[in-house]
Each structure stands twice: as structure tokens, then as C-alpha cells.
T-cell receptor
Framework: DADVTQTPRNRITKTGKRIMLECSQT?????MYWYRQDPGLGLRLIYY???????NKGEISDGYSVSRQAQAKFSLSLESAIPNQTALYFC??????????FGSGTRLTVV | DQQVKQNSPSLSVQEGRISILNCDYT??????FLWYKKYPAEGPTFLIS?????DKNEDGRFTVFLNKSAKHLSLHIVPSQPGDSAVYFC?????????????FGSGTQLTVLP
């Protein structure tokens, strides 16, 4: 099994719909992150969490929310999806902020 | 304003030759640098890193060079192989209190031609 598992792998949704992307990890790391990848912009941080009671906004948090249900689970929600949220989304974990372990990504298309 | 910049979106190299991927940064607080490699339909995976107290780190075919005065680092791959074809992300880390997180560049698509 993968160390960091993201579901779903692919999703097409309509504008205005609420959608949740899920991430679970077996690394035992306290720190979890959500990034989005867009062509030419690299990986940009949406939200991060250093433990279950700690949630922090990243550089592009508008339009997104997160929930840290347990040490191993960190979900990302789009309350009302819009087309410019079409992107590849990655969850990652780390220990003390050093090298990250990424999931395989969720390709989200908002039509 | 991007703190970590990879100005070449793509690079093509012949198999067996050297690949050089470049990265520039602006934040002088960065003290740890990493390279990640990403294949299509997969997440980025860690490749090699370097601390700011060093100017070179080598791991097999991969060497990272750091020039702190120029705020520049580079990844050398020698010899390049077709399996090295991927997107390479440069990342930098700074300590903020007890926290540390990575800032990524925009990536460079490397294509190694057989």
C-alpha cells in the first residue's frame, strides 16, 4: 500500500458543486499539506497542518477549506467549485518539515 | 513574487550527455534545498538535497551544487538516461519558529533523447 493515498484519482464536477478530496497516510507523520499544481506555476501550498488541532492557510487558500480528522487523515474541500480550480492536487506529509512524501495526486476538472 | 525560480520550463538532452537544471532563489533565510522528480500520473519524489553549509552534494549520477552568494543551485545528471525524463522541481526550506516548510519552483521538464 502507498504511504500517502489520495482519493479520488480523477474527478469531474460541475461549477457550484461542493467536492471533497481525501488524503490518508501510513507514515506516522504529524505534518500534512495540500498543494495544487498548475502548468508554469509549479506546486503552490493551499493549507497545511502540523497536528490534529493545528490548521494553517497557505498562499492560495481562498475557495478551499480543510479538515484534519485524525493524525492520518487530511481532507480538502471546495465549497463551491469554479473552473479555475481545475488542477492537479497533491497531498504530502513530512516529519519536522524536512523531505516530503507526496501522494499520487487527484486530477480535478471543474466544468 | 516567486521566491524560488526555475526559469527554464523545458530542457532536451541527448542520452549519455550531461543534464544541468538550474534554480534561483531570493530568500536569504533558505538554508536547505531539495530536488524532486515527477513522472506523469505520479506524485513528486525526493531526489537529492543540500544544506546551506555545503556547496556540493553527490549521489550516484546526481550532483547538486549550491552557490549561496549568487543564490543559485543546479542539479547535474551525468550520464543522462531516457528514464530521467520527468519534471524536476527545485524546493527551498527555511525555519520559521519551530516550523519548516518547503517553497517550490515551477519545475523544468527534462527530456532525454535516445
Amino acid at each position: 500500500d502507498a504511504d500517502v493515498t489520495q482519493t479520488p484519482r480523477n474527478r469531474i464536477t460541475k461549477t457550484g458543486k461542493r467536492i471533497m478530496l481525501e488524503c490518508s497516510q501510513t507514515k506516522g507523520h504529524d505534518r500534512m499539506y495540500w498543494y495544487r499544481q498548475d502548468p508554469g506555476l509549479g506546486l503552490r501550498l493551499i493549507y497545511y497542518s502540523f497536528d490534529v488541532k493545528d490548521i494553517n492557510k497557505g498562499e492560495i487558500s481562498d475557495g478551499y477549506s480543510v479538515s484534519r480528522q485524525a493524525q492520518a487523515k487530511f481532507s480538502l474541500s471546495l465549497e463551491s467549485a469554479i473552473p479555475n480550480q481545475t488542477a492537479l492536487y497533491f497531498c504530502a506529509t513530512s516529519e519536522a518539515g524536512w523531505g516530503y512524501t507526496f501522494g499520487s495526486g487527484t486530477r480535478l476538472t471543474v466544468v | 513574487d516567486q521566491q524560488v525560480k526555475q526559469n527554464s520550463p523545458s530542457l532536451s538532452v541527448q542520452e549519455g550527455r550531461i543534464s544541468i537544471l538550474n534554480c534561483d532563489y531570493t530568500n536569504s533565510m533558505f538554508d536547505y534545498f531539495l530536488w524532486y522528480k515527477k513522472y506523469p500520473a505520479e506524485g513528486p519524489t525526493f531526489l537529492i538535497s543540500i544544506s546551506s553549509i555545503k556547496d556540493k552534494n553527490e549521489d550516484g549520477r546526481f550532483t547538486v551544487f549550491l552557490n549561496k552568494s549568487a543564490k543559485h543551485l543546479s542539479l547535474h545528471i551525468v550520464p543522462s538516461q531516457p528514464g530521467d525524463s520527468a519534471v524536476y522541481f527545485c524546493a527551498a526550506s527555511a525555519r520559521s519558529g519551530s516550523a519548516r516548510q518547503l517553497t517550490f519552483g515551477s519545475g523544468t521538464q527534462l527530456t532525454v533523447l535516445p
